[in-house]
């Protein structure tokens, strides 16, 4: 159950947030509060996942500020700060056909239409307007995800995304 693969990082703590054990969670989900959704949330703790149990939540206009059970002050709390928040994979729920999540797309391979092969995307970005895939290969690309204009194919089989890009932009 502790294996590294079936964990999904769903936010980070940040910095505690007054004197009353409150800590800030940056969210990764889409929307941000989504993540209170989640269940059995566990925090990378002493090189290894821990369960945490979560006494209050608030959603803020600009963040979300949480309570954890045995953090009861400002000092204890920001031990937290940076610390991942992940959750089984199981818990993730079943996306519609064409929809992935993240850490689905991280680690495939690029290519164009004519084959040529970019590198592996590494990470994505969030913008605001659309999100960004960064693939590392002979250089770096950074190329917006955007389905049908510029992400042309996703098979999962293969681990391939074929994009709509000049090698050399």
Not at 71 to 87: D, G, H, Q
């Amino acid at each position: 159950m502790n294996s590294q693969a079936n964990w999904i990082v769903i936010a980070r703590f940040g910095r505690p947030h007054g004197i009353k054990g409150f800590v800030t969670v940056h969210s990764f989900t889409e929307p941000r509060d989504n993540v209170l959704k989640y269940a059995n949330w566990h925090a990378f703790i002493n090189n290894k996942w821990q369960p945490i149990k979560l006494t209050h939540a608030e959603v803020q206009n600009k963040s979300i500020i949480v309570q954890v059970e045995g953090y009861p002050e400002r000092e204890s709390v920001a031990c937290l700060t940076n610390i991942e928040i992940a959750v089984q994979q199981e818990q993730l729920e079943t996306l519609k056909p064409g929809e992935y999540y993240w850490h689905q797309l991280i680690g495939m391979k690029v290519i164009n239409q004519q084959g040529e092969l970019f590198g592996n995307v590494t990470e994505i970005i969030p913008t605001g307007a659309n999100d960004v895939l960064v693939i590392e290969g002979n250089k770096r690309h950074l190329i917006p995800y955007l389905p049908g204009q510029f992400i042309l194919d996703i098979d999962s089989n293969r681990q391939i995304i074929t994009v709509d890009w000049d090698v050399d932009f």
